[in-house]
Structure formats: structure tokens, C-alpha cells
């Protein structure tokens, strides 16, 4: 079962003294969210917490006025959206979709809606590129020939990766560029056995240089692992252009184009021997995607306004 049912499991049994959990949890058929009020109506509520065999979602009460619905397709192996519900209108939406993966563990894009009223002054929706933990819940990518030709598609947001051979076994540094190229933030992540470990272990083994996710610039940290102040957006193919000298040695360098908010992803991929690779991805589009795409359109999507400071793990 997926990590994240079995950690809310246990948080169910100390909240509710393991005796009426079905309050705390359960497992839904459908999610209709409003798309003037954003309330959120769940119905169709399975009579037991076993993943179904279809898409369905599962709501974890958290307080009186104030839950999480996660959208998991069938047997919980694939997670959607997470939502966070406050008096039962939508607050906030996460997606992780997977970018990248090996032994080096697994690259996410991360995109968090903000939507709550507490939020209004700062509608920016976050963007990252970065490594994280294998055992979340996610959305795999689906490869695809090319880019639909049929659509104009927006070139939403620019990322780069580097896997680089080092302690604690490896490291993956990315970063985060605005469609003009300005930098936007910059991620600094370690790798053992083939899972992420926590950046305060990282930042121990490289006291003087930035580690998790900062936004805006680090010079000192940047320029070590040779990533640009700003994508050459004319020449978004060529690595010459785009990577830099790094103290420590390269095993792969990854460009990402991600288009319409992350649903289309030009992605090239250039390995140690100077080999070169391109494929391009895709993710589902789910209907409260569709619900809040109207929403979603007039926000700024991956400009940070650093909402917790320069430091996020």
C-alpha cells in the first residue's frame, strides 16, 4: 500500500483511539469541486479502505473544518492531485510528476495551486524540479512520439538537472528558469542506494554550500555545479551553452521545455560520453484539472514570491 494511506492510517488510529476511523478516512468514487466557490462534494463513498480497482479518492480528516482528498487511479499506484480542503472549498493543489529516474533516485515536477482566500495577494502558482523521495505518491510519465502538432502549446517553465557522481553516492542538483530565462530557484539534493536523503545530511558533507531548494540565486552554490544565471532561450538545445565547468564530475545532464503547466514535456538528455537523447512526455489531464483550469490559467505559473523564505527541505 502506498506510503502516504499507511502514514494517515496511524495518524487515524491516535486522532480517533482506533474505534470510529471511518471518520477519519475513507475512500470516495467522485470529487466535484464548484468552479465559482470551489466547494468540494464528495459522494459515492466505498464501504471499505481498500484501494478499488478504478479511479477513486481518498479523504483524510485532519480537524472539524479542514481535510485532504488525494485522486488515486486504480489499486492506489498512481496519485493525481493532492488537495488540502478548508471549510470544504479547495485551499491548495499539488501534482508530482515524474521527470526522471535511476539510481540516483527520483526527479519530480512539483506544481502547488494556491486558491484559498488566504492567499489572494500572492496567486502564484510554485514550480519545482527536484529530487525527492521515492515512496510519495505520484504520477509516472507517459512517453509519446512528439509534441501534438495540432496544438499551440505555452512553453510554461525551463528546468535543468545535473546527476553528478558524489557523496552521499549522488548528487542532483537542478534549477528552475522563467520562459525568459531568469533564474527562479535553485535545488540541491543528495542520493544514496537509490532514494533521496535528507538535506540535512547533505549539508553536513558541503557545509559552504547551499543545499534543498532556495529561491532566487545562489552564486557560490550555482557556479560550483557550472548551472547558467539565466537559460540561453535561443539555444535551448546546445549543452555548451547551457552547462558550466562543475567541481564535481557530470554522469548526466538533463534540459527540460514544460509546456501548459507540466502536461507536455520536451525533454534532452546528455550523458557522460557526450551521447544525446530527446523524448517527450505526457501526463493525464483529471477533470478537477479541467474544473480549475480556468482558475489555473491567470495565475503566474513557477514564479516564486518566496512565501517561507529562502530555504525549503
Not at 533516485?105 to 486558491?115: A, C, E, I, Q, W
Not at 488566504?118 to 510519495?136: A, C, H, R, S, W
Not at 509519446?144 to 545535473?162: C, G, H
Not at 520536451?266 to 480556468?294: G, H, I, K
Amino acid at each position: 500500500m502506498n506510503r502516504k494511506l499507511l502514514v494517515a492510517g496511524a495518524l487515524a488510529v491516535v486522532l480517533c483511539g482506533g474505534t470510529a476511523c471511518t471518520r477519519k478516512m475513507a475512500n470516495f468514487r467522485r470529487m466535484q469541486i464548484d468552479p465559482a466557490t470551489l466547494r468540494v462534494r464528495m459522494d459515492g463513498e466505498f464501504l471499505s479502505l481498500t484501494p478499488p480497482n478504478s479511479d477513486y479518492y481518498f479523504r483524510f480528516i485532519i480537524s472539524s473544518d479542514r481535510y485532504t482528498v488525494d485522486h488515486y487511479g486504480p489499486g492506489a499506484k498512481v496519485n493525481y492531485n493532492e488537495f488540502m480542503v478548508d471549510s470544504d472549498s479547495v485551499s491548495t493543489r499539488t501534482k508530482y510528476q515524474v521527470l526522471l529516474s535511476g539510481a540516483y533516485g527520483t526527479v519530480y515536477g512539483k506544481s502547488t495551486y494556491f486558491y484559498g482566500p488566504q492567499y489572494k495577494n500572492d496567486p502564484g502558482t510554485e514550480f519545482l524540479t527536484v529530487l525527492y523521495m521515492n515512496e510519495i505518491g505520484c504520477e509516472p510519465f507517459q512517453l509519446v512520439p512528439a509534441l501534438p502538432p495540432e496544438q499551440k502549446l505555452t512553453l510554461s517553465a525551463i528546468s535543468v538537472v545535473r546527476v553528478l557522481k558524489a557523496l552521499p553516492e549522488f548528487l542532483v542538483v537542478s534549477a528552475n528558469y522563467a520562459p525568459d530565462g531568469h533564474l527562479e530557484s535553485l535545488h540541491v539534493n543528495g542520493a544514496k542506494g537509490g532514494n533521496w536523503v535528507h538535506s540535512n545530511e547533505v549539508a553536513v558533507l558541503y557545509p559552504k554550500l547551499g543545499v534543498a531548494t532556495m529561491i532566487g540565486d545562489r552564486p557560490a552554490t550555482r557556479q560550483y555545479f557550472g548551472l547558467p544565471a539565466e537559460f540561453p532561450v535561443q539555444t535551448p538545445h546546445d549543452p555548451g551553452k547551457i552547462f558550466g565547468h562543475s567541481e564535481v564530475a557530470s554522469t548526466l545532464d538533463v534540459v527540460n521545455l514544460h509546456y501548459d503547466r507540466n502536461r507536455w514535456v520536451s525533454q534532452d538528455l546528455f550523458a557522460a560520453d557526450n551521447s544525446r537523447s530527446t523524448r517527450f512526455l505526457t501526463y493525464n489531464v483529471t477533470e478537477e484539472d479541467r474544473v480549475l483550469e480556468p482558475i489555473d490559467q491567470m495565475r503566474a505559473f513557477g514564479q516564486f514570491h518566496d512565501r517561507s523564505g529562502s530555504q525549503v527541505n
